[in-house]
Structures are given as C-alpha cells and as structure tokens.
Nanobody, 120 residues
Framework: VQLQASGGGLVQVGGSLRLSCAAS????????MSWYRQAPGKQRELVAE???????NYADSVKGRFIISRDNAKNIVDLQMNSLKPEDTAVYYC???????????????WGQGTQVTVSS
C-alpha cells in the first residue's frame, strides 16, 4: 500500500490550495483519514481528520478555513485550504488508518509529504 500526496506549492497570503492524497495497492477498507503538518523546528501536528463515519475534527488554528473531505470509492482524502496565512507554511502529510486485504488489523500509513509555503 502506498499513499501519494499532491497539491502543495507557493501561495500568497489569503490564497487557497487544495491537497489530495490517494491510497493505492491492496486496500480493503479505511478508518480515519487525516492531514498533519510539520513546520521547521516544530513537532508534527494534526490539522484535520475525517472518520469512516464522516465525523470531522480540526485543529483550532484552521477551523473555518480548512475543509477535509474523503472519497471512499477512490480511497482519496482532500484538504481544501482557504484564507491561508504565513503560519500555515509547513510540510503537509496525509495519514490513513487502513486495512490491507487479508490482514485482520489496520495499519497506519503516511504519505511522502508536500510542501505548502504561504508568502506575505
């Protein structure tokens, strides 16, 4: 199983970006899908999470600006980021808690990370 993230880039303050992450391989089912980020010199932090039941969880710093969504048929999780601020600059990682075929327990998978830079 592999997670491939895309959509990062350079954007001005107030702009928008959309990140996408797709799982490929022998995926049997996916529990929670999440986005994390890590800024230089800081710990990785949870940005947004969406459960298999559609429950949402956002970091306080992004509430009202970011929207997480998922496509269960395509094993994709997206993050729409609006009203971007310089403090949103970080490497963004997708994460999925998923079942591989023929495995009884889920495993934690990470994407490769995509850089988001917000210039002022």
């Amino acid at each position: 199983v592999q997670l491939q993230a895309s959509g990062g880039g350079l954007v001005q303050v107030g702009g928008s970006l959309r990140l996408s992450c797709a799982a490929s391989g022998s995926v049997a089912g996916i529990n929670a899908m999440s986005w994390y980020r890590q800024a230089p010199g800081k710990q990785r932090e949870l940005v947004a999470e969406i459960t298999s039941g559609g429950n949402l969880n956002y970091a306080d710093s992004v509430k009202g600006r970011f929207i997480i969504s998922r496509d269960n048929a395509k094993n994709i999780v997206d993050l729409q980021m609006n009203s971007l601020k310089p403090e949103d600059t970080a490497v963004y990682y997708c994460n999925m808690d998923l079942y591989q075929r023929y495995r009884m327990r889920p495993d934690d998978y990470w994407g490769q990370g995509t850089q988001v830079t917000v210039s002022s």
